[in-house]
């Protein structure tokens, strides 16, 4: 999800007041550093930070002018922006820090070095900058909503929930900070005494105590957990670095914390979200409902371009679901089969149970053909591919040889 919708600060505007900057009758550089500054501003007018860079460096090399400094930085900030807007991080990382090292403390750069540190995730940095960040302006909404954004991936909701409050308050346009919000605050608010055990691959929350039915349960949860983390990491041919959180609610307390569809039992959002109805009478649905959602959980940490469709028919197979079963449900006309269009699309974003429930048996019929034909190899390459390029259509015939259209009609036969 991406909550940062990036609004690193235009370094060309900041240049432009720099370049009102004149050298006046009053001041005592030297005219050769004079015509260097003016030869540099040119240059970073028409775009060109490498020339205004080597300009300056051999301008000031040993005079350190402030005002070549200051313009120096600015070089280095618009060469951030470039990376940044190339998706180049790393690059946009080292251009900025070497602004903030030649003009130390500006909010603007302080702003954009968090943004990045967040985006690469370290998640430490990120803090660290946002909250310099918010000495100066308290009230920088960009910076409050990483914060939460960190908070939450800490599993600290109610610290995360305050400090999207609060970015809502300061940008009150922006609604998914206002929906950040309400939703973490509803998450705090049910989680509040929720206890936490971090076990093995895993981190389990539950309120421990009161639902005892759902108490029961926690171990036989953290053995299903374990046995599908093997069985996916063997199926991937790897396993994500970091433990993976499942909440354990009773099924009012998931209705009151989940935005999912009435259609659904469990989710994925960051977290393994899961309601147990009913113990022990539910331990087979339990089962494979955490295995679905844990299938989300490994592809959104190993394969994050991994489309709608391989997500939940890979899910639905990992879960034990008939793949076969779900083609004859196209056979015998009882569904209609869905246009590529509308299978590459996110199916599951919809209220109607109906379509969503097509969606999911297409795409369980295809991930099973897929499986059938090439084995679990040929999926890890599809999911490679998919990395590399996020084109489902070419990614499978570069892998299967064959279109998706003709895919999806022989998986359907």
Not at 9 to 18: K, N
Not at 21 to 39: C, I, N, S, Y
Not at 260 to 269: I, L, Q, T, Y
């Amino acid at each position: 999800m991406n909550r940062s919708r990036s609004v690193v600060s235009s370094c060309r505007a900041l240049l432009a007041a720099l370049v009102l900057v004149t050298v006046g009758p009053g001041q005592t550089h030297a005219p050769k550093l004079d015509l260097a500054l003016k030869d540099a501003k040119t240059a970073l007018h028409s775009g060109d930070t490498s020339k205004a860079m080597e300009i300056l460096r051999k301008a000031d090399s040993r005079v350190r002018d402030p005002k070549a400094q200051k313009l120096l930085s600015y070089a280095y900030q618009m060469r951030g922006r470039e990376y940044f807007d190339a998706k180049k991080m790393d690059l946009a990382y080292r251009s900025y820090f070497a602004a903030n090292r030649i003009t130390p403390g500006q909010a603007s750069v302080l702003q954009s070095l968090g943004v990045i540190t967040f985006k690469l995730k370290r998640s430490r940095e990120a803090e660290t900058y946002m909250k310099r960040v918010l000495k100066k302006n308290p009230d920088n909404a960009q910076a409050l909503a990483i914060l939460g954004a960190i908070a939450e991936n800490r599993d600290n909701v109610g610290a995360a929930s305050k400090y999207y409050k609060r970015a809502a308050k300061q940008s009150p346009e922006r609604q998914d900070y206002r929906a950040m919000a309400t939703k973490l605050g509803r998450e705090a608010k049910v989680e509040g005494k929720f206890v936490t055990l971090d076990k093995g691959n895993f981190r389990v929350q539950i309120e421990r105590g009161k639902h005892v039915g759902v108490e029961k349960a926690v171990r036989s949860v953290h053995q299903y957990l374990e046995q599908a983390y093997r069985d996916l990491t063997k199926e991937l041919g790897a396993s994500p670095r970091q433990r993976i959180t499942v909440v354990i609610y009773n099924k009012t307390q998931y209705r009151r914390v989940s935005n999912v569809h009435s259609w659904a039992r469990a989710s994925f959002d960051g977290m393994v979200r899961v309601a147990i109805q009913r113990w022990p009478g539910d331990r087979e649905a339990l089962r494979k409902d955490l295995r679905h959602e844990l299938t989300h959980a490994f592809l959104r940490g190993l394969h994050p371009k991994t489309p709608t469709w391989l997500h939940e028919g890979l899910a639905q197979v990992i879960e034990g679901r008939n793949a076969k079963g779900a083609a004859s449900l196209f056979r015998n006309g009882k569904y209609k089969v869905l246009p590529i269009r509308a299978l590459l699309d996110n199916f599951t974003d919809t209220k109607d149970a109906e379509t969503a429930n097509v969606g999911y048996a297409q795409a369980l019929a295809l991930v099973g053909y897929l499986k059938r034909q090439g084995g679990r190899r040929q999926l890890q390459s599809l999911l490679r591919g998919l990395d590399r390029s996020g084109d489902s259509k070419k990614a499978l015939r570069l892998v299967y040889g064959k279109s998706i259209e003709e895919l999806m009609k022989a998986a359907l036969k």
